[in-house]
C-alpha cells in the first residue's frame, strides 16, 4: 500500500504525523487524483449512454 493510498483510506492516521505544508501537498495530489478518476469515469458513463450503433 502507498502513502498515498494510505492518506485516501485512513487520512486521520497519515496526516497527523507529517508537517504543515507537507499534510498540503499529499492532500491536495490526493484530491487531485479522485478529482480525475471521477472525471474519467463521468465521461465513460456519458459515452455509454450517448452511444448509439
Do not use: F, N
Not at 494510505?6 to 478529482?35: C, D, F, H, N, Y
Not at 478518476?37 to 459515452?47: G, K, Q, T
Amino acid at each position: 500500500m502507498s502513502e498515498l493510498d494510505t492518506i485516501v483510506i485512513r487520512p486521520e492516521i497519515a496526516v497527523r504525523a507529517m508537517s504543515p505544508s507537507k499534510q498540503k501537498g499529499k492532500v491536495a495530489r490526493a484530491l487531485k487524483e479522485q478529482r480525475s478518476r471521477l472525471y474519467i469515469i463521468r465521461r465513460c458513463i456519458v459515452m455509454l449512454l450517448c452511444w448509439h450503433d
